[in-house]
């Protein structure tokens, strides 16, 4: 990605994290009778160039401090932030010029268009008119056709994707996108994900928080979950959806089974008698101590007729659960 029109000087190498932070904490003052609160204790997140990097975490984790620290909104307490190899405190403005945030309100003016909207926001970051790319970006989120619609005649969607758009103004490196897809419908939400796919592969590092584990699953390739201000899990997706040591194997049989025989006991499976006269037998097991193959022997030694064999993998969903009760216990 070029550099933005704030940046001045040498240009910045590349640098290996798109974003690095150390030891980031964030002491909320007591406000009268409210107590001081945590938001973020001592943050390590280094977040490569050119990932597609998802930031989880129930409300309140410290997900949104976090981004708006980046944003300049909020002052840290204690540690570092480099945003594109620029510390956030020695040189602000071209830290603030590397980052696009899209944050999860909608917070444009009703009486602009699209077309006016970008340009004067790309104007805020000293972008000159020759250099602007409103034509493009408001393609690219699919709002050219709606460029001289007033922002108050758009949908949610439509808004959504102008924000993106607004963040992209200034070419930066990074967008951050704050829950981009809450209360956007189904269609919209892949449109939305469509535009973010092609924007990574571009090159553009993009920082993703959401609730739709499914979305940061199927989309992104590091996670990172955060919760009570702390870093619990970080993570390539691959390795982190494979820390769960759990699998369920389903089996239909075509035996009438009222309980497990003698050889499957030991599984505690569970049993269910189907319309289509089968039995359909469930096992979670762990596979560190027991192969689906040892449950499929046991089947067939206890003389059953196996009609089909199904597995369910760990999803991040699992793994969300069991890292954040075990940060609460």
């Known amino acids: 990605m070029g550099s933005s029109a704030i940046s001045k000087g040498a240009a910045v190498p590349t640098p290996e994290y798109a974003i690095n932070i150390k030891g980031l904490t964030k002491k909320y003052k007591p406000q009268g009778k409210a107590p001081g609160k945590l938001a973020l204790d001592n943050v390590d997140l280094a977040i490569p160039r050119g990932s597609l990097f998802g930031l989880l975490g129930p409300n309140g984790a410290g997900k949104s401090t976090m981004i708006n620290i980046m944003a300049g909104l909020v002052l840290k307490t204690t540690g570092s932030v480099e945003i594109w190899g620029t510390d956030i405190d020695e040189h602000p403005r071209n830290a603030k010029a590397s980052i696009g945030i899209v944050p999860q309100e909608l917070n444009i003016d009703p009486f602009f268009t699209p077309e006016e909207l970008m340009n004067i926001h790309a104007g805020m970051y000293g972008v000159r008119k020759k250099d602007r790319r409103t034509e493009e970006i408001l393609k690219s989120v699919g709002l050219w056709d709606k460029r001289d619609a007033y922002a108050r005649t758009l949908s949610g969607g439509m808004r959504r994707r ?53 979305e940061a699953e199927e989309l992104c390739d590091e996670i990172a979950i955060i919760n009570h201000g702390t870093v619990v899990a970080h993570d390539d997706k691959k390795k982190l959806l494979g820390r769960l040591d759990a699998k369920t194997l389903k089996l239909s049989v075509r035996e009438d089974l009222s309980e497990a025989p003698e050889a499957l006991a030991k599984f505690k499976p569970s049993l269910k008698k189907e319309s289509d006269g089968l039995t359909y037998i ?48």
Request: charged share 20%.
């Open 162 to 214: 102008m924000l993106i758009g607004k963040a992209m103004v200034h070419n930066p490196p990074i967008l951050v996108l704050d829950e981009p897809t809450a209360g956007v419908d189904i269609e919209l939400r892949q449109q939305l994900w469509e535009n973010v796919v092609e924007l990574n592969k571009r090159g553009t590092t993009i920082l993703l928080t959401t609730h739709y584990l499914e």
């Open 282 to 329: 469930t096992i979670s097991y762990k596979p560190s101590e027991v192969t689906a193959g040892d449950i499929i022997t046991a089947t067939t030694g206890a003389n059953l007729s196996i009609v089909d064999v199904s597995t369910e993998e760990t999803d991040l969903e699992d793994i969300f659960l069991q890292l954040t009760s075990q940060a609460a216990a």
